[in-house]
């Protein structure tokens, strides 16, 4: 079989420092998204273990799945977490899930989480859809706006892009900047469009990095114009799978004129961590 | 809270922007769209409080270009029926 450019490693992870059966509050979130699936425990707040994979064709497996990959490394069972909260497109199909809350709300709790209660603005570049969400220093959100109408902008059009190029996905956005000067972005963000666009630049001999360049501004550009119609307050951050992607982030700083704020964690979990804090709150409202 | 339900694609921007400051749940735009695209609902986007807010049914939220069309064909934008309902001044068209 052809290498699968696309294909993004799939990983799991857990805490050393902490000793779950000391804790009080084991909440979890899961966030099935169009393209990858996470899960987060957390005990007493403290991020104790999570999982990122791909969504499979089968809602409520992939929602077990990723469950059952963050619960791997530590001898916690499923019967061990006191809440689950279920987020994402899929989360109407986590079956364990004790609530479902919207994704806008659990990125925005996250990036608070993990970036710190400066966050105002947030932009969630997802598998399929782009989330613009102005929060408060509470992660509570205050304004938002969703596109998941067209895959423009999104992780799922960087992967076509890594397929049509042969690049791995891992590598695009180092890449995007190898090159001898800033090319003019793809005139459309549309996936398909953007792909015959690039398909042509190819056959007219500009080499891979900079039809890379080419798009990574048309998607950073895409992005700001959702962000006009919310605003942009500082400090700003970028989650999802995107926000590792150099090539689109440094770009997006660039026109927008603002550094996105970084963070030692990883920003694809954002989702189902706000869902796990949220279950904790919603776990402790349950015992009084 | 602002909540902007629609969407931006080639041909413009379709949102229709509920504030949840002013939104008191009472549900007075429900009848008077013809197309039947508004609901009041859970805010569900500020999970932990328990208040209700009107908002854009998930069906008609990739379409309400269409699905507004019928009172989009007057020309003073600004009085369509669910905006000239609220009393509160709690919903806004983007188009």
Redesign the interface.
């Known amino acids: 079989m052809a290498k699968e450019f696309w294909r993004w490693k799939e990983y799991n992870w857990k805490s050393e420092d902490i000793d779950w059966k000391g804790g009080t509050t084991i909440s979890a979130g899961v966030d099935v998204g169009s393209v990858s699936s996470q899960s987060v425990i957390l005990v007493d707040g403290e991020l104790f273990a999570y999982s990122n994979m791909r969504t499979g064709s089968d809602s409520p497996m992939s929602a077990q799945n990723a469950m059952n990959w963050a619960l791997e490394k530590t001898d916690m069972k499923l019967e061990n977490i006191h809440y689950v909260v279920g987020t994402g497109y899929g989360r109407v199909n986590v079956p364990f899930a004790n609530?479902t809350?919207?994704e806008?709300?659990c990125h925005a709790r996250g990036a608070n989480f993990m970036y710190g209660n400066t966050v105002r603005t947030l932009i969630d570049m997802g598998g399929q859809d782009c989330k613009a969400i102005?929060c408060d220093e509470k992660g509570?959100?205050?304004?938002?706006?969703?596109?998941?109408?067209?895959a423009a902008g999104t992780g799922r059009g960087m992967e076509v892009f890594a397929d049509l190029l042969s690049l791995s996905i891992e590598e695009v956005g180092e890449l995007s900047f190898q090159i001898d000067e800033e090319p003019e972005p793809v005139s459309s963000t549309?996936v398909i469009f953007a792909k015959s666009e690039a398909t042509r630049l190819l056959r007219d001999g500009w080499p891979k990095n900079k039809v890379l360049a080419a798009y990574s501004s048309a998607m950073a550009h895409r992005v700001v114009?959702?962000l006009e119609?919310?605003g942009i307050q500082k400090d700003f951050a970028i989650t999802g799978g995107i926000a590792k992607n150099i090539g689109v982030v440094n770009r997006l700083q660039k026109e927008i004129g603002i550094e996105t704020l970084k963070t030692d964690y990883d920003t694809q979990i954002a989702g189902a961590l706000g869902a796990a804090l949220?279950g904790k709150?919603?776990a402790e409202k349950a015992r009084k | 809270m602002i909540a902007n339900f629609g969407y931006k694609d080639g041909s413009g921007e379709f949102f229709i922007t509920i504030d949840t400051d002013k939104c008191n749940g009472c549900g007075d735009c429900i009848p008077v769209c013809p197309a039947g695209v508004l609901e009041v609902r859970e805010n569900e986007f500020d999970p932990l409080a328990e208040d209700q807010m009107a908002a854009v049914k998930e069906e008609h939220r990739k379409k309400i270009k269409y699905s507004c069309a019928p009172c989009k064909s007057d020309k003073s934008s600004g009085s369509e029926p669910c905006i000239s309902v609220c009393e509160l001044n709690a919903i806004t068209h983007s188009w």
Do not use: G
């Open positions: 609530k809350i919207t806008i709300a102005q509570k959100v205050v304004n938002f706006l969703m596109n998941d109408k067209c549309c114009t959702l119609r919310i949220f709150v919603l």
